[in-house]
């Protein structure tokens, strides 16, 4: 059964950092694209990155290039978004979710599984 656990969101000021976990389990990260999304209040959910052996790593919003990064722990089966200089406009819930397929896509319907979201809050 594939499974995600997200942790590491909270309220953050301004130009602060969080890391964001997502502990997956039922599969091996390796053999699959982990994409993190986000969805603001009133907002579609966006695309943010997306990692995976075959592509590497592959930003979707250009307002965190350079801020934000995505990596993983293979041994540990997690995926991490470590998210620095922090905005408001960063202020959302968080999802991780995986393809079915290696290749990342920025489009939300390409994903078939999904975490229950954390919440980012970045307020002074």
């Known amino acids: 059964q594939v499974q995600f656990v997200e942790s590491g969101g909270g309220l953050v000021q301004p130009g602060g950092s969080l890391r964001l976990s997502c502990a997956a389990s039922?599969?091996?990260?390796?053999?699959?694209?982990i994409g993190w999304f986000r969805q603001a209040s009133g907002n579609e959910r966006e695309g943010v990155l997306c990692?995976?052996?075959?592509?590497?790593?592959?930003y979707y919003a250009d307002s965190v290039k350079g801020r934000f990064t995505i990596s993983r722990d293979n041994a540990k089966n997690t995926v991490y978004l470590q998210m620095n200089s922090l905005k408001p406009e960063d202020t959302a819930v968080y999802y991780c979710?995986?393809?079915?397929?290696?290749?990342?896509?920025?489009?939300?319907?390409?994903?078939?599984?999904w975490g229950q979201g954390t919440q980012v809050t970045v307020s002074s």
């Open positions: 979710a995986r393809r079915v397929s290696r290749y990342c896509s920025a489009s939300m319907g390409a994903y078939r599984y």
């Open positions: 990692i995976s052996r075959s592509d590497g790593s592959v």
């Open positions: 039922g599969f091996s990260l390796d053999d699959y694209a």
